[in-house]
Nanobody
């Protein structure tokens, strides 16, 4: 079982920056992919950015050029740096992890952290 704990959300002014962190435990588990999704009321959860264990990244069009996802394999930790924040970035941000075993792939989710972009 993988536990994901997020930190770094909060209130940010438009144009500001934030950094989200997510630590997966236990750290000895090998995770194929980690990343971030976000969700606003009444909408489906959507991809923000992901990174694989070998460093391949993917970004939603809405955040390209403003977001950077990075990871630390030794710590099973993923980070999301977002700059030039807009009110449309307001959402609950969920940490995501994908782990493969002999049984196949399993998705794991954090509890979510609120990010509010407002003056």
């Amino acid at each position: 079982q993988v536990q994901l704990v997020e930190s770094g959300g909060g209130l940010v002014q438009p144009g500001g920056s934030l950094r989200l962190s997510c630590a997966a435990s236990p750290t000895y588990l090998s995770l194929h992919t980690m990343g971030w999704y976000r969700q606003t009321p009444g909408k489906r959860r959507e991809l923000v950015a992901t990174i694989t264990r070998i460093g391949n990244t993917a970004y939603a069009d809405a955040v390209k050029g403003r977001a950077t996802v990075s990871g630390d394999n030794a710590k099973n930790t993923v980070y999301l740096q977002m700059n030039s924040l807009k009110p449309d970035d307001t959402a609950v941000y969920y940490c995501y992890a994908l782990r493969y075993t002999d049984s196949g792939g399993t998705d794991y989710w954090g509890q979510g952290t609120q990010v509010t972009v407002s003056a």
